[in-house]
């Protein structure tokens, strides 16, 4: 079936569950099958197991520590669960609602009065978590078991409406009224696909915040409205960039925010590096008033680290640890290289090192490093306020020490 002129679709006879996109690129055509959705577990039941399967979906291929449980909180004599399951990062959070059809099939007219229901059920619910969360915040707990305050004022919400449903009508379009906020349905198989090709709980997020504005689609078509998105963003021109303000030898590196191959599909350590750095920061013992929000907005801003370049910047990450491990003894070598990014007015910095050691000497200079990159981007842009840096310091044992700084 075609569905756009650079774009087809074919139905999978053996697999219904599943279909193949090909899609034309400058580089030949590039075939991408779009596989059911992740099972469920076989010991829960139906309704848990698909908030269990969507979990661990965004826990394995974004990262846990975005991805929050429900919980409960009391309204009057009462109680209210909070969301089946929260993604938050940096300054965004989702309330995702995820219904399940545990009986057999009916009519497709049925089943559309079935979707019909339980969607505007799922964003009237999602309408509540935000609002109960900005009158009264609540602790929640992520996926690595640990818990944080979540205040509904610290985020900019969307709304989704999940669906797990193994016979939903063709052009199945659902409808709801305005809820004060962006909202959009999804199958788990989107869901699901839009996890694996991305590998980026931040990359996902700003995917759904923007598709959420637009015409909604029918449910299990978001793959396909995916690769319609990708193949316009590579006819985007790349916007014009001072690379002077990270000093004499800056390179502007231009990519598109959604890739046509999926993250990490060349198969190499590079795109793992990425992962092993983010595993390393989320796992690291938290030292003096540190606390778990902060972790969080580290993890947050490194995951920021644009999926097209990730590959790129791991291979780059994984030269730079062979090197400064060929030092003679009692000697350390440094190698870095920073990141400048600029969105919407703010400017940010992020700076990764590799030494040859771990030791309070080389890390107090790590930081005195960052401080003065810090210093230097914040006199050139002449706007200090509106920049942010962020360190990572890595040696041939992969321990990592993180420094952020902002004036």
């Known amino acids: 079936m075609t569905v756009s002129p650079a774009l087809w679709r074919f139905i999978d006879d053996n697999d219904p569950a599943a279909f193949t996109l090909i899609v034309d690129t400058p580089a030949g055509p590039h075939v991408r099958r779009i596989p059911p959705a992740m099972p469920l577990p076989a010991d829960a039941e139906p309704g848990i197991g698909a908030e269990e399967a969507a979990h661990a979906a965004a826990a394995m291929w974004g990262m846990p ?24 990062n940096g300054k965004r959070g989702a309330v995702v609602q995820i219904k399940s059809r545990t009986i057999k099939p009916k009519t497709d007219t049925e089943e559309r009065a079935w979707i019909q229901k339980v969607t505007t059920k799922a964003m009237r619910q999602a309408k509540g978590t935000v609002r109960t969360l900005r009158l009264q915040p609540s602790d929640m707990v992520n996926g690595r078991g640990r818990t944080l305050p979540v205040s509904g004022e610290a985020y900019e919400w969307l709304a989704v409406s999940l669906l797990d449903h193994d016979h939903i009508p063709d052009e199945t379009v659902p409808t709801w009224e305005p809820i004060g906020m962006p909202a959009l349905t999804l199958t788990r198989r989107d869901w699901d696909f839009l996890f694996d090709q991305l590998r980026s709980t931040t990359a996902v997020l ?11 689609v029918a449910l299990g078509d978001e793959p396909v409205r995916y690769y319609e998105l990708a193949a316009a963003d590579t006819s985007v021109p790349p916007a014009e960039f001072d690379t002077e303000l990270v ?19 060349g198969g190499t350590r590079a795109h793992l590096m990425i992962r092993f750095m983010l595993e390393d920061v989320a796992n ?3 030292r003096d008033a540190v606390t778990e929000a902060d972790r969080l907005m580290v993890l947050a801003e490194l ?11 791991g291979r780059l990450l994984l030269d730079m640890l062979d090197d400064v491990a060929q030092v003679p003894e009692g000697h350390v070598k440094w190698r870095s290289r920073r990141q400048l990014h600029e969105e ?29 990159r810090h210093h230097e981007v914040g006199e050139r842009t002449g706007r200090p306020e509106a920049l942010s840096s962020l360190g990572v310091m890595l040696t041939p044992t992969m321990t990592a020490s993180v420094l952020g700084t902002r004036h």
């Open 65 to 88: 520590d975005f991805v929050f449980q429900s919980a409960v909180t009391r309204k009057g004599s009462g109680q209210r669960e909070l969301g089946d399951r929260l993604l938050l």
């Open 247 to 265: 000093g004499p030898g800056g390179t502007q590196f231009t990519t598109p925010l959604l890739p046509q191959a999926p993250a990490g599909s």
């Open 303 to 313: 995951d920021r680290l644009p999926v097209g370049v990730r590959e790129e910047w």
């Open 344 to 372: 919407t007015g703010e400017y940010r910095q992020m700076l990764f090192t590799c030494a040859t050691r771990f030791g309070k000497d080389v890390e107090a200079s790590f930081g005195s490093y960052v401080m003065l």
């Open 206 to 216: 700003d995917y759904l915040f923007r598709v959420a504005s637009e015409p909604p």
């Open 284 to 286: 690291s013992m938290l």
